[in-house]
């Protein structure tokens, strides 16, 4: 079973910055697309900032200039470094994997962390 566990998120004054960490467990030989997401409350969750296997990014046009990802594949883990923060970023901020492969050639597909909380205050 391949899981996504989120750390890094908290309580940060508007113009902070926070990182926030994912690590992927399980016997994991590869995996293609992370990404990071968000949902703030009565919205919508909505892209944040994705990284390909290839280490191409892309991001929502929203944090462009401010949010910086990252990827280890060594510890299967990725990592979202967020800078210039403003209220508007409060949310939940969730880790995704499109597809992962483990070692006995299972496919895992669109696999979510449980979430960690970014609160911005003003």
């Known amino acids: 079973q391949v899981q996504l566990v989120e750390s890094g998120g908290g309580l940060v004054q508007a113009g902070g910055s926070l990182r926030l960490s994912c690590a992927a467990s399980?016997?994991?030989?590869?995996?293609?697309?992370l990404g990071w997401y968000r949902q703030a409350p009565g919205k919508e969750r909505e892209l944040v900032a994705t990284v390909g296997n290839s280490n191409i990014t892309n991001y929502a046009n929203s944090v462009k200039g401010r949010f910086i990802i990252s990827r280890d594949d060594a510890k299967n883990a990725v990592y979202l470094q967020m800078a210039s923060l403003k209220p508007e970023d409060t949310a939940d901020y969730y880790c995704y994997a499109d597809e992962v492969f483990d070692l006995r050639g299972q496919k895992y597909v669109e696999v979510w962390g449980q979430g960690t909380l970014v609160t911005v205050s003003s």
């Open positions: 399980g016997d994991i030989f590869v995996i293609n697309i």
